[in-house]
């Protein structure tokens, strides 16, 4: 009965969890669903909203080096209403449509709350709620939940721009309506996540300094090598799922894709294949490989394959459906990966007690492609317009996959010496 309780409550938190998770991000990625009609309301180029991304990288990625001290620090139940308040106050800013300045600055807001407060805190949360055998699952799950919180929100927004004439009252409105949902979200999960139990004593009753501990506890993860190579692995992930965003645009000028289907299709490439990622990815990591990292090369194989083939179609003479399915089904493998390129550092033996700075340091370096990946992809377009710069973008997108699936490989080879070397250490305990 205790054992069915405590299953339901470590659910129930998830569930609680998935609800902040799915709707964090709505206003930083207002690209996802709106790229068109930010750069036609924002006056914005390919180039400009590539560097806004940029920056909200930068302090994204070096915000990080903070997140190792407030993650292990604070509770969640403060720190995570804090920030999405903090983004939704930021997005009544935005409607005042600012300078391009002004945009610059309040994207470095959106960092500052998503990223160094909410997102690490949200990982730690997750990581600790499941067994080492449940991580590709709750993962997964948290992936499939933010897609579904993700649609159906983003998918208002959209019917908000087009009940608003899908003009700059439309986009404005779809702003209001995220930071008003920011705030509600913000609210209740005040009241419905319970605190983080943050140590006060050591093991021999003395009172720890927990503000020493919170940085002794940094110290440790940063000379952890195992943590930088499941880091690195997710900076691999990542610099290919930037690259989806290009799906976007590209669908319009080489398709012909009208603006409000642009927008759809946008919806379900970020946030759609979430749903079908995530438990997909978590159920291959921990049913049918037995390991995240097994399954993340095998996906890196897998999008490098794709996307070969993808560049030799002849896209101009092709039917806009084989266009569409081609790139979710590209986007599929990616957010599989997506799903559980967390989940190795439980696998590779990290300590619990410094989850929050092992997250912090696999962020800082696995996210650190927003700081240039963007406006990389963004310039090949303003510089190669047509076909000729959405191949270059492609051919990018193959040669960071490669990357990762070196550096994949790698992580399996710690993880099996990981695994033989504590299977010596119990059949040596049975011996003895």
Not at 104 to 124: D, M, N, Q, S, T
Not at 225 to 247: K, M, N
Not at 266 to 284: A, H, S, T, V
Not at 337 to 359: C, D, K, L, T
Request: glycine fraction near 10%; hydrophobic fraction near 50%; include cysteine.
């Amino acid at each position: 009965m205790e054992n069915r309780n405590s299953n339901t409550k470590k659910w129930f938190t998830l569930a609680v969890l998935i609800l902040g998770g799915g709707t964090v991000f709505k206003l930083p990625w207002l690209k996802d669903a709106f790229y068109i009609p930010m750069m036609d309301y924002f006056h914005l180029t390919h180039t400009q909203i590539g560097f806004t991304l940029t920056v909200y990288a930068f302090i994204q990625t070096f915000g990080y080096i903070i997140s190792m001290y407030l993650a292990d620090r604070f509770s969640k139940k403060k720190l995570m209403p804090v920030s999405l308040i903090g983004i939704g106050l930021t997005g009544f800013y935005l409607t005042t449509f600012p300078s391009y300045y002004e945009i610059l600055f309040i994207w470095g807001l959106f960092a500052l709350f998503a990223e160094i407060a909410f997102w690490p805190v949200l990982i730690k949360a997750v990581r600790l709620l499941g067994d080492s055998d449940e991580q590709g699952r709750m993962f997964g799950f948290l992936e499939a939940g933010r897609g579904i919180v993700d649609t159906v929100i983003a998918f208002a927004a959209l019917g908000i721009f087009r009940w608003l004439g899908e003009g700059a009252a439309g986009l404005r409105g779809a702003i209001i309506f995220f930071s008003i949902t920011m705030i509600i979200i913000a609210i209740i999960l005040y009241f419905l996540l319970e605190d983080d139990e943050i140590k006060i004593k050591d093991g021999k009753g003395n009172k720890i300094n927990k503000n020493k501990a919170a940085f002794e506890g940094a110290l440790k993860a940063i000379k952890m090598p195992e943590i930088w190579v499941v880091a690195f692995t997710i900076f691999s992930v990542y610099s290919v799922y930037i690259g989806l965003t290009y799906f976007i645009p590209f669908l319009k000028e080489i398709y012909g894709i009208p603006v409000a289907l642009v927008g759809v299709y946008g919806i379900i490439n970020q946030y759609g294949l979430k749903m079908l990622g995530g438990p997909i990815g978590g159920f291959l990591a921990d049913k049918k490989f037995k390991s995240s990292s097994k399954y993340l090369r095998v996906a890196f194989a897998a999008s490098i394959i794709g996307m070969i083939i993808f560049i030799l179609l002849p896209h101009q003479t092709l039917n806009i459906y084989v266009g569409v399915t081609f790139t979710l089904a590209y986007g599929a493998i990616i957010f599989t990966q997506r799903a559980v390129f967390f989940a190795p550092i439980e696998e590779v033996g990290i300590p619990r007690e410094i989850s929050g700075a092992a997250v912090s340091i696999a962020c800082l370096v696995g996210y650190a492609p927003s700081i240039f990946a963007f406006t990389l992809y963004g310039s090949m377009l303003d510089r190669s317009p047509g076909m000729e710069g959405y191949r270059h973008v492609f051919l990018t997108m193959i040669a960071f996959a490669v990357i990762g699936f070196i550096i994949s490989s790698y992580l399996v080879k710690i993880v099996n010496k990981k695994k033989q070397s504590q299977e010596n250490f119990e059949a040596n305990e049975i011996n003895a």
